[in-house]
């Protein structure tokens, strides 16, 4: 089975609070005036995935403090059956290694982030970067998960 760690905000939605570089207060968080609609790239993953039944989808976003398990597969909708749970609480990179220590049969893994805030430094090799602003609807970032999802394990395993 293959693993994918998703961030919530910024990777199935446009986060509301985007760096505006070049303005007064250069780098720091500005909140939207209009709100995303939660999820609202979710279909662009299920079509990804669909070909894929290989594939769990686990939370690591701070929404696993902030909805329930019940909540988290509303929200995930047609991906619903593919959710195997939430990381432990902390930093991102580490609740991911920690879920991966202690879960069984997982092949191969990727972490799709929208920050890259708390990653792990130098970035993980298994880490797709989303901008904030477009997230999985980025085709560079369906590229990017497509490359993963048709690679061959057994050539990836030879290497």
């Known amino acids: ?12 939605h446009p986060d509301r609070f985007v760096s505006c570089p070049g303005r007064i207060g250069e780098g720091l968080p500005v909140v939207e005036t209009r709100l995303p609609r939660r999820c609202q790239w979710v ?11 290989d594939v769990g989808i686990v939370i690591y976003s ?21 959710y195997l749970g939430v990381t432990p609480a902390g930093r991102s990179y580490e609740s991911v290694s920690a879920w991966l220590k202690n ?17 792990a430094k130098p970035a ?11 997230g999985i609807s980025s ?20 290497q």
């Open 1 to 12: 089975m293959r693993m994918l760690f998703v961030d919530c905000d910024g990777c199935l």
């Open 43 to 53: 279909p662009i993953l299920e079509r990804l995935l669909a070909p894929h039944e």
């Open 62 to 82: 701070s929404w696993r403090y902030i909805h329930s398990h019940r909540e988290l597969v509303h929200l995930l909708g047609p991906l619903a059956s593919r």
């Open 103 to 119: 879960a069984a049969g997982v092949g191969d893994y990727r972490v799709l982030d929208a920050t890259r805030g708390d990653m």
């Open 124 to 134: 993980p090799q298994k880490l797709i970067t989303c901008d904030p602003r477009s």
């Open 139 to 158: 085709p560079e970032v369906q590229e990017q998960l497509q490359a993963w999802l048709w690679a061959d394990p057994w050539l990836d395993a030879a």
